[in-house]
């Protein structure tokens, strides 16, 4: 029986891509709590707040 190799994809091959925010201290806090309440990564609940706030933004 012949061994598959092990394929993976390069970091930031997969549609993501690592950057470095700013954020106040009372919304990291803010963030976290919410994270823990809900079960959701903290990237996981940052990337859900800003894909809705994209798909709901209006700009005056």
Do not use: F, H, T
Request: hydrophobic letters at 35%; aromatic letters at 4%.
């Amino acid at each position: 029986m012949k061994n598959e190799p092990l394929k993976i994809k390069k970091r930031g091959e997969d549609g993501n891509r690592i950057i470095s925010v700013r954020i106040r201290e009372d919304i990291l806090q803010s963030l976290d709590k919410i994270a823990s309440e809900s079960k959701y990564s903290r990237n996981e609940l940052i990337n859900v707040i800003l894909e809705y706030g994209i798909k709901n933004i209006e700009i005056e």
